[in-house]
């Protein structure tokens, strides 16, 4: 049975680094085909897609939010990790990891699996 | 590029409601189009993958079309229940980029 499950600090400081963790099972990032993606929603907004990290370690990003963000995996532990920096009001949200699988030819798909969801609430 | 979505749409039970995606450059059928559901407080699902492949478990009163022309897919629900009021999402993939739509929120009175 797949499942992932968020975590992280409920609140930080703006200025501050997020780090998230995403801890799956049911599947293996040593298998190809596979990726794990974080995607995130500001409350009562809509989904906005992060990063996602593949089975071969390749990452792709959010083209406008590419400067903040880092993407690591940690395949024997089961776990993807994302950083976001400089940490702002406006990054309030709930921070959801994803399976995409199976991954097609350009790198593309669609989350398959999602975990419950972890909110981040940043103060200023 | 972008998705854009009606902000909302409503419908009587057993009507059928059109939910739209349109795709702000580039043609909606180079690349697959996939939807999910979000009900009230929980993640989303995926609902269809792939343009027109229903995901597992899901009935087919959901299906999806895909017109060149407006260059958009369209969601569509038939025979409408209460339990299908939920936000309704469209994404994409392009040039290593995941694009989700601004969603839509169904409601069925």
């Known amino acids: 049975q797949i499942a992932l499950k968020e975590s992280g600090p409920p609140l930080v400081k703006a200025t501050q680094t997020l780090t998230l963790t995403c801890t799956f099972s049911g599947f293996s990032l040593n298998t190809g085909g596979v990726a794990v993606g974080w995607i995130r929603q500001p409350p009562g907004k809509a989904l906005e897609w992060l990063a996602l990290?593949?089975?071969?370690?390749?990452?792709r990003y959010n083209p406008s939010l590419r400067t903040r963000l880092t993407i690591i995996r940690d395949a024997s532990k089961n776990r993807v990790m994302l950083t976001l920096t400089n940490m702002d009001p406006v990054d309030t949200g709930t921070y959801y990891c994803?399976?995409?699988?199976?991954?097609?030819?350009?790198?593309?798909?669609?989350?398959?699996?999602w975990g419950l969801g972890t909110l981040v609430t940043v103060s200023s | 590029f972008l998705l854009t979505q009606p902000h909302s749409v409503s419908e009587s039970p057993g009507n059928t409601v059109i939910i739209s995606c349109t795709r702000s450059?580039?043609?909606?059928?180079?690349?697959?189009v996939h939807w999910y559901q979000q009900r009230p407080g929980s993640a989303p699902t995926i609902l269809t993958y792939d343009d027109y492949q229903r995901a597992s478990g899901v009935p087919d009163r959901f299906s999806v079309s895909i017109d060149s022309s407006s260059n958009s897919a369209s969601l569509f629900i038939s025979g409408l229940k209460t339990e299908d009021e939920a936000d309704y999402y469209c994404?994409?993939?392009?040039?290593?980029?995941?694009?989700f739509g601004g969603g839509t929120k169904l409601t069925v009175l």
């Open positions: 994803a399976r995409m699988f199976p991954v097609g030819v350009l790198k593309g798909g669609w989350f398959d699996s």
């Open positions: 450059s580039g043609n909606i059928a180079d690349n697959f």
């Open positions: 994404q994409s993939y392009d040039s290593n980029t995941v694009v």
């Open positions: 990290i593949y089975w071969d370690e390749d990452q």
